[in-house]
C-alpha cells in the first residue's frame, strides 16, 4: 500500500511518501519538511495568518519533490492522506483542500487524519508495534497520555487543564530572554545550569488523574526572574535547569499514573510511546527510558525527525485507516478542535 501524507496544521509544511512492509510497519520513501520557524521567530509564536499563507506557497512544491524522490506518480497511489486538525484552521485548509484536489484528479481515496491520532501511530510505523500501548504526546500544541487500543481507538488518560508542555517551554524561555522556539534553547541553557538552585513547583504531583498543569510553574518561573532582578547568564541557567527538572518531574509523575490506569483499562501496555516536539529534550528522554526500564515497559521512542511534525506520520495514519477501509468524502470538513476520542464519521467499507 502506497499513500501520499499532507500535514499543515501548524508551522510545518510536510508531504510524504509511505509504503506498507508486508512484515508490519512501513518503509519511508520520501519524507519533505518545510520548517516556517524562520518566519514566526521575531514574534516569538506561530502567526496563524503568515502560517497559512506559507503552506500555500510551499505546499505544492513538496508535493512535487516527495513524488519525484520516491519515483512515484499520483496514479500509482492508492489514497492521499491530509491532516484534517486539530490545529490552525487556515493552515488545516490548505492542506485538506490540497489533498481532496489530488484526490480528485488521481481518483483515489482520500483520507482525512486526526493529526494526534499520526502522532500516536508513528511508532507502528517505525517499530511495527503491536497495540494496546500507552503514548505521551507532548508538543506546543497538546499534552496527552494515551491508551492506543486500535485505529480509531484511544482513551484519553489525561491532558492538559491549561498550558501544552511545549507552550510552558516556548512561554519560560521567553521570560529568560532566550529564543524561539523555546524547548531546544532551554536545555541547552539547562545543561550548565544548577537544577536545585531555584525550589520550583510540581503541578499535580501525586493528583490521581494524570493531567497536566503547567501554567503555575511558568508563573513561578516568572516571579523568580522578577525577584532576581537584571538577569545574569548565570541565573538564566540555573532557572533553565531547575524549570526543566520539574517539568521532568511532572512528566515521570504523571506517566507513571497513566500507567496505572492503563493496567486496569487495558491490562501490561507492549510499550510506552514518545512522541510531539518536547520529546526531542534529553533529560524527558532519559527520565522516560528510566521509569520505562523500572516498570517493564518496552521503551519505543520515535527517530526526532519523526517525533516533531512530519508527513511521514500523515502517510502512515494513512495507510492504517486504508487497510481498515476507513476513507472520507469530499465534504469532510477541516476543524480546528478535535479531540482523538471523538474520531468522527468515517466511511467503513468493512474489509476488516
Ligand atoms: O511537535 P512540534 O514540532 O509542533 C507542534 O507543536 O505540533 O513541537 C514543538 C514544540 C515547541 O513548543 C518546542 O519548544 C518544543 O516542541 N521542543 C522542545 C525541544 N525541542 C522542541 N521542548 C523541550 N526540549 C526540546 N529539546
Ligand atoms: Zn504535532
Request: net charge neutral; glycine share 12%; proline share 5%.
Amino acid at each position: 500500500m502506497l499513500v501520499l501524507g499532507i500535514e499543515t496544521t501548524c508551522d510545518e509544511t510536510a508531504a510524504a511518501i509511505v509504503r506498507s512492509r508486508p512484515g508490519g510497519g512501513g518503509e519511508i520513501l520520501a519524507n519533505e519538511v518545510m520548517s516556517q520557524i524562520a518566519l514566526h521567530a521575531s514574534y516569538g509564536g506561530v502567526v496563524p495568518e503568515i502560517a497559512a499563507r506559507a503552506h500555500v506557497e510551499y505546499l505544492d512544491h513538496l508535493i512535487r519533490r516527495a513524488l519525484k524522490t520516491a519515483d512515484v506518480r499520483l496514479t500509482d497511489l492508492d489514497g492521499l492522506a491530509a491532516a484534517a486538525g486539530p490545529g490552525l484552521i487556515g493552515g488545516v485548509l490548505v492542506g485538506l483542500t490540497t489533498g481532496k484536489m489530488l484526490s480528485l484528479a488521481s481518483r483515489k481515496p482520500l483520507i482525512a487524519i486526526n493529526h494526534l491520532e499520526a502522532h500516536a501511530l508513528t511508532a507502528r510505523l517505525t517499530d511495527a508495534l503491536e497495540f494496546p500501548y500507552l503514548a505521551l504526546l507532548v508538543s506546543g500544541g497538546h499534552s496527552q497520555l494515551l491508551a492506543v487500543r486500535g485505529v480509531g481507538d484511544y482513551l484519553r488518560l489525561g491532558s492538559t487543564v491549561d498550558d501544552a508542555a511545549g507552550e510552558a517551554f516556548d512561554k519560560v524561555a521567553k521570560l529568560l530572554g532566550l529564543g524561539y522556539p523555546g524547548g531546544p534553547m532551554i536545555e541547552r541553557a539547562a545543561a550548565t545550569g544548577d537544577p536545585l538552585r531555584f525550589a520550583l513547583p510540581r503541578p499535580m504531583l501525586g493528583r490521581p488523574k494524570a493531567d497536566f498543569s503547567f501554567s503555575g510553574l511558568k508563573t513561578a518561573v516568572r516571579l523568580e526572574v522578577e525577584r532576581a532582578g537584571p538577569l545574569t547568564p548565570a541565573i538564566v541557567n540555573d532557572l533553565a535547569a531547575s524549570f526543566q527538572a520539574a517539568m521532568v518531574d511532572v512528566m515521570v509523575d504523571r506517566t507513571r499514573v497513566a500507567m496505572r490506569a492503563f493496567r486496569e483499562a487495558c491490562g501490561h501496555p507492549a510499550a510506552l510511546v514518545l512522541a510531539g516536539g518536547v520529546a526531542a529534550n534529553g533529560a524527558i528522554r532519559g527520565a522516560m527510558l528510566r521509569l520505562a526500564t523500572e516498570t517493564g515497559v518496552r521503551p519505543v521512542f520515535p527517530p526526532l525527525a519523526l517525533c516533531t511534525d512530519n508527513g511521514a506520520m500523515i502517510a502512515w495514519a494513512g495507510i492504517e485507516r486504508l487497510r481498515l477501509g476507513m476513507v472520507d468524502d469530499l465534504s469532510t470538513p477541516a476543524r480546528q478542535r478535535w479531540p482523538l476520542d471523538q474520531q468522527g464519521e468515517s466511511i467503513h467499507h468493512g474489509k476488516a
